[in-house]
């Protein structure tokens, strides 16, 4: 019987779930894209993969499904002397289509806005689709949260050629949000604000009309419990996804969600 295919809700969602470094072992690793494969013929979004380096080479090997893979992070390196960095082109060889820039836990390892937007720039010279990471400590009464993830847009995005910054996929990921449950993650009221504003910056950042076409993701906290409102009631393109994609019958589930 020919499976059928659902199409996530109202739009193409696009789910990136990144294992940060949850997953320390190549059998774990192929069962849960195991789980993403066959997720992957079932429902019409895209699932991008990032696992740790040394797993992405083992898993993107001999990858034929739909699944796509994304680098956690790219060194600023362009090769060479740079002992322990991996490099944009590294990931592109062995089959990452995506690179991770700028996620707060790369920040709180040093990563400034300024190294970030030389990330993006790494990754775009190698045909890695960047998803540039901003988000807010303290989502503060003062509404200073605002100005904030304006100027990690700004600094990552201004030194690109302008053709490139609409390549970039926004993911808004407040820190206050990571890493908790579904009870802690952003409210569909509080995130529909913050993917207006964002879209707001964008369109003063990117050329022309082009940021009507760029993709903002969530994330922080997205499980089973949350992913359906969040998908439907606030206008984001997709999730970054953490604790709740390395469990695979959470993952399943959130996805299945989104249908
Ligand atoms: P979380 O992580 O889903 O565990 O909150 C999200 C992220 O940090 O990308």
Known sequence: ????????????????????????????????????????????CTIVLAPPAPLLGALAAGNRSAVAFAAQDVSVTTGGAATGEIT?????????SYAIAGHSE??????TDTLVSEKLARALAHDLTPILCVGEREHDDGGR???????????????????????????YEPIWAIGK?????????????????????LA??????????????YGGSVEPENAHDLATRTG????????????????????????
């Open 1 to 44: 019987m020919p499976s059928i295919r659902v199409t996530c809700y109202h739009k193409h969602m696009l789910i990136v779930a990144n294992w940060k470094a949850y997953v320390e072992d190549l059998p774990k690793a192929k069962r849960l894209l195991a789980v993403s494969k066959d997720l992957a013929g079932k429902v019409a």
């Open 145 to 171: 949260y605002l100005s904030f993830v304006r100027e990690e847009l700004t600094v990552a995005l201004t030194s690109l050629p302008p053709k490139h910054r609409t390549k970039v996929i926004v993911a």
């Open 236 to 259: 984001v393109d997709g999730f970054l996804i953490g604790h709740a994609s390395v469990d695979s019958h959470m993952f399943a589930s959130l996805v299945k969600q989104l249908v």
């Open 181 to 201: 449950t579904s009870a802690s993650a952003m409210k569909p009221i509080d995130l529909t604000e913050m993917v207006l504003y964002i879209r707001k910056v």
């Open 106 to 111: 790369r920040r709180a390892a040093g990563d």
């Open 204 to 217: 003063e950042l990117l050329p022309g009309k082009s940021s009507k076409h760029s993709l903002v993701l």
């Open 88 to 96: 944009a082109q590294a990931y592109a060889s062995v089959g990452a």
